[in-house]
């Protein structure tokens, strides 16, 4: 063996640290000396992080600074002095935006996340560390996002400030803000830091138009941000035109379904994220996009039976009800498939990239005269929207939506039966183009 090549799981100067075997990789444990232990030492040992690959340098620096702290603390023990008090859970955070970075990038608050989420996450990440990483989070208040933000949204608007198409200057730049709370909240509760939970508590007396997301164009009632029925028609042709039936066939689902995208066409992400998948490429696996195997025949109804990926509701209902969807699955082969995935990209015979969908998507939904503010997400809004419109009781739209959101659905919440959903897809189409 060559000695010359380092171990890509020892980390130098982590005094006490042991790699234990788990379910997922291998988890960092600090680990007390026997003999100090002996003497009544608490903790004996403490579980720092589970990895399934070798670790990152924020997980590196995560892993140093426990044992650096619990060593210290145990030698500080055994000479007869008292312990050290922990700033925060005393895992090294010195109490700027970086370190608070690093450390939640390194937890299982953000690992457990969809990679969908930790790729977005990341990215919002680093612009906070580029403008404001030294910036100490304790001092974060109203006043100061206030800054931030005219800040943000002037390089936005002049073009300093890199915005995908499509997105406004006031939807990225609520993501930042957004993010702002999420690791305010993240070391609060996980790193116990009295600076960061005062900090929260400031900016929730913040007006919430000022920390508004991207979803805040999406409410019912705002019309021009919502898909209309007409709209979902006309993308639909317009596909057919253009030689994109998968995509006429994707927008049947979607619009008809209420689903959000990742619930059709599915995400691609790395093999290491939990779950199995029969759909592999490269060091990627495919998940959660709508399969064939989800539809049955039940006498005169086409049953569709899924399990939505945000909320894990279970969706059953009978799209027979739906003109759009049985217009669509008409122009297919017959028997349809029983397996494999329904929205496959002809160019590669496999599911979508995101990227290349939503591309692909917009490019044809403004060849159809939608206007560009109405995105791929207002399907399902505008599905919802269109139900209420028909005088659907809320409580078998919630139904369908599998929503339990105060903001989306006038503060109630009621799981429903596969009746109600039926409801809603045939109110969906009394007038619905075939």
């Known amino acids: 063996m060559n000695s010359s090549i380092q171990d890509p799981w020892k980390i130098a100067d982590a005094h006490g640290l042991i790699w234990r075997p788990s379910k997922n990789g291998r988890t960092a444990t600090w680990q007390c000396r026997s003999d100090i232990a002996r003497k009544k030492f608490k903790p ?48 090294g955070f010195d109490g700027t935006i970086k370190s608070l970075v690093i450390l939640y990038e390194a937890s299982r608050a953000y690992k457990d996340r969809r990679h969908s989420t930790r790729r977005n996450y990341a990215a919002r990440n680093k612009q906070l560390v580029d403008d404001h990483g030294s910036y100490r989070a304790a001092d974060i208040k109203p006043s100061v996002l206030d800054a931030w933000r005219e800040t943000w949204l002037v390089e936005v608007r002049t073009g300093e400030r ?72 006309a993308i639909r042709r317009k596909a057919h035109e253009m030689g994109h039936p998968v995509v006429a066939l994707a927008q049947a689902i979607q619009f008809q ?109 403004l060849a159809a005269g939608v206007p560009d503010n109405v995105k791929n997400r207002h399907n399902r809004h505008g599905a919802i929207t269109a139900a209420i419109n028909a005088n659907v009781a809320t409580k078998k739209v919630q139904a369908f939506s599998t929503h339990g959101s105060e903001n989306v659905l006038h503060k109630h919440y009621w799981k429903g039966s596969n009746a109600a959903i039926d409801e809603v897809l045939a109110a969906l189409n009394k007038t619905e183009t075939k």
């Not at 004996?44 to 044992?67: F, M, N, W, Y």
């Not at 939807?171 to 939970?197: P, Q, W």
């Open 257 to 365: 379904t209420g689903f959000r995208q990742k619930d059709i066409i599915g995400e691609w992400v790395p093999k290491t994220d939990p779950g199995v998948s029969d759909i592999v490429r490269g060091e990627q696996k495919w998940m959660r996009g709508l399969r064939w195997n989800k539809f049955r025949e039940d006498a005169e109804k086409l049953i569709l039976d899924v399990t939505t990926s945000k909320t894990g509701e279970r969706w059953v209902g009978n799209v027979r009800l739906s003109h759009a969807i049985t217009a669509e699955l008409s122009r297919l082969p017959q028997p349809l498939p029983g397996a494999g995935p329904v929205i496959v990209n002809p160019a590669t015979g496999l599911p979508f990239e995101e990227s290349s969908f939503r591309k692909l998507w917009r490019r044809i939904k």
């Open 44 to 91: 004996v040992s403490e579980k720092i992080i589970e990895c399934r690959e070798p670790p990152t340098e924020a997980e590196r620096d995560l892993i140093k600074g426990r044992c650096k702290f619990n060593q210290q603390n145990m030698l500080t023990f055994a000479n007869g002095g008292p312990p050290a008090q922990p700033t925060g859970a005393g895992n």
């Open 162 to 233: 890199a915005s995908r198409p499509g997105v406004t200057g006031d939807a990225l730049v609520g993501h930042l803000l957004a993010m702002v709370n999420i690791l305010l909240g993240f070391g609060a509760s996980y790193l116990e830091d009295d600076g960061c939970a005062v900090a929260l508590l400031k900016l929730k007396k913040m007006p919430k138009q000022k920390i508004a997301t991207v979803e805040d164009d999406t409410k019912i009632g705002n019309d021009e941000n919502i898909m209309t029925p007409a709209q979902s028609d």
